[in-house]
């Protein structure tokens, strides 16, 4: 066990420097070139980041067949992703946040789409109005029409992204090639990807020590794990002011999140990975859990950003310490 732990704890730290490095050049490659902030941390950085997600994922699926963890991994992260963004604004509270960023609007609603495409069937399937398995594998295809939808959703999410209007923000100093910052950026992309797949292995093997079920243990091990990215972008955007970036960083990595368990679906082939919801008690609780949760959040996100901003920062602050508690109740009921 204590082994485990160290493992994870380096392949962590190692996971913190290589994206703490990728969001550097990012933010070079905005000031760069004429690509706007939240078309870079929606799409670029965001996929960079969830490289790990996409890689565990791939795993847990692929190579440990247990597609409890994937799911636990996926919207465990997106529920840490958000818990990141309120405790960076809280940290950051002078700054007010929220009241000088305009992007992230639509995406915010393609967010909200995603969660409700898999959340309904998923609460339907519970009341036992219909099975789930009609989504796909019962209708002879290969893949869930859920996983079609979330990838539609997706796409018009990009094209969102790049048409919503961004704020001027303080230009960070740039020293190096366009050429330089792409060969570094790629490598130390290579090395998120490498840390990812290991530290699924890891987190496999605590879940099972501590008798964790695999969802639960994939939105803890995994998904900490694979958001400390996203942490350290955060935190590093937040100090230069690229609010626009930061914040499309967080939501590019939940649409992107969501993303990956359509294309796990569609590598699988006829594998049905939404299977594990319909035989899992307590895979398809904690999931039905991290989704009701990630819509509240998701919601208390788009209501931050279209609000009128307010002065009074108690005022303020609601929408981030509301998401922190939402995080402390998942733990409280889940573990």
């Known amino acids: 066990m204590a082994l485990l732990i160290i493992q994870y704890i380096v392949l962590a730290a190692i996971t913190i420097f290589a994206t703490n490095q990728a969001s550097n050049y990012i933010d070079e490659l905005d000031n760069k070139t004429h690509i706007s902030g939240a078309l870079l941390g929606g799409v670029l950085l965001a996929l960079v980041t969830s490289l790990p997600e996409l890689i565990t994922t791939l795993t847990s ?12 991994n996926v919207f465990g992260s997106n ?47 519970r009341m ?27 796409v018009l999410s990009i094209r969102n992204m790049n048409r919503e209007v961004l704020q001027q923000k303080e230009k960070v100093e740039v020293v190096h090639s366009l050429k330089t910052i792409l ?32 969802s639960f243990g994939g939105a803890i091990f995994l998904g900490i794990a694979t958001s400390l990215p996203e942490l350290t972008a955060v935190y590093t955007l937040f100090k230069r002011r690229s609010y626009d970036i930061a914040l499309g960083n967080v939501l590019g990595s939940n649409t992107f999140n969501i993303l990956i368990i359509a294309l796990v679906d569609f590598i699988n082939g006829n594998m049905d990975i939404f299977g594990v919801l319909r035989d899992d008690p ?3 609780k904690n999931m039905s859990l991290l989704l009701i949760l990630g819509l509240v959040n998701s919601i208390i996100v788009l209501v931050a950003l279209v609000r009128k901003p307010p002065r009074n920062k108690a005022i303020y602050a609601l929408p981030s310490i509301t998401i922190i508690v939402s995080y402390v109740i998942y733990l409280a009921l889940s573990i």
């Open 61 to 72: 699926t692929l190579s440990l067949n247990n597609p409890g963890l994937a799911f636990g």
């Open 79 to 125: 529920m840490f992703n958000l818990l990141i963004l309120a405790s960076a604004d809280l940290f950051f509270i002078k700054h007010l946040f929220f009241n000088k960023t305009h992007s992230g609007i639509k995406t915010s609603q393609s967010i909200l789409a995603m969660y409700l495409v898999f959340l309904l069937p998923i609460l339907m399937m």
């Open 128 to 154: 036992g109005w219909l099975r789930l398995d009609i989504f796909g594998i019962s209708m002879g295809l290969s893949f869930s029409l859920i996983s079609l939808l979330i990838i539609i959703i997706y």
């Open 183 to 214: 060969l570094r950026f790629t490598f130390f992309a290579a090395i998120i990807v490498a840390s990812g797949y290991f530290v699924t292995v890891i987190a496999n093997d605590l879940s099972m020590e501590l008798g964790m079920n695999a």
């Open 282 to 284: 307590e895979v398809l």
